[in-house]
């Protein structure tokens, strides 16, 4: 089935600074990529998600890459605010396998004022 | 957040008690899915129905049923609870799943579940 690396498991970074968070997801199957940010006691809400026929997609401060070749894709946060602290998972789903989504396993945001 | 309700939101049970957790949706959407949120782990596939009465298994199934009666409702039941289940459980919906018309997810609130 399918598996999903996500790194870094926590990422501190400035107030106003840019934040990456870098997944790989193991089948060339896989079409769909969606972002969840999850606050803490919350439910996981989608921020951003890109399909496999397309390589970037951008909303105001977010966007997402995408790499089939390498199967690689990634979030990018551009001047990150507090608010944009947050746990963030990628996942992928549309393989070959079973229906659902898998999940990498999450990174820490930390937005430092 | 899409019309999804789960429930209790919290239950705190025995080993050796069953339990059945209900995911409750407004949107008519036809797949249905529930999840598994551990630390250091993400979130994991437990079942997912694709229909009334249509369900299959994801990564994590062992010790879990599911039915799903109605479009609006899927039921999650441990059989048989063990400490190894306490874990936060959400229940996700999307119109449609997989291969060309793989759609958005939308999430519970969650359900806390402790097996003591």
């Known amino acids: 089935g399918e598996n999903v690396e996500q790194h870094p498991s926590t990422l501190s970074v400035q107030e106003g600074d840019s934040a990456v968070i870098k997944c790989t997801y193991s089948?060339?199957?896989?079409?769909?990529f969606p972002w969840y940010k999850q606050e803490l006691g919350k439910r996981p809400q989608l921020i951003i998600d890109?399909?496999?026929?397309?390589g970037e997609k951008k909303d105001q401060r977010i966007a997402v890459t995408l790499n089939k070749t390498a199967k690689h894709f990634s979030l990018h946060i551009t001047e990150t605010q507090p608010e944009d602290s947050a746990v963030y998972f990628c996942?992928?789903?549309?393989?070959?396998?079973?229906?659902?989504?898998?999940f990498g396993k999450g990174t820490h945001l930390i937005i430092q004022p | 957040d899409a019309g999804i309700t789960q429930s209790p939101r919290h239950k705190v049970t025995e080993t050796g008690t069953p339990v059945t957790l209900r995911c409750h949706q407004t949107e008519n959407h036809r797949y249905m899915y529930w999840y598994r949120q551990d630390p250091g782990h993400g979130l994991r596939l437990i079942h997912y129905s694709y229909g009334v009465k249509d369900t299959d298994k994801g990564e994590v199934s062992d010790g879990y049923s599911v039915s799903r009666s109605k479009t609006e409702d899927f039921l999650l039941t441990l059989e048989s609870a063990t400490s190894s289940q306490t874990s936060v459980y959400f229940c996700?919906?999307?119109?449609?799943?997989?291969?060309?018309?793989?759609?958005?997810?939308?999430f519970g609130p969650g359900t806390r579940l402790t097996v003591l």
């Open positions: 890109i399909r496999s026929n397309v």
């Open positions: 996942a992928a789903s549309g393989g070959g396998g079973a229906d659902g989504l898998t």
């Open positions: 089948d060339s199957a896989s079409n769909y």
């Open positions: 996700a919906i999307s119109r449609t799943s997989g291969g060309a018309g793989t759609d958005t997810q939308y």
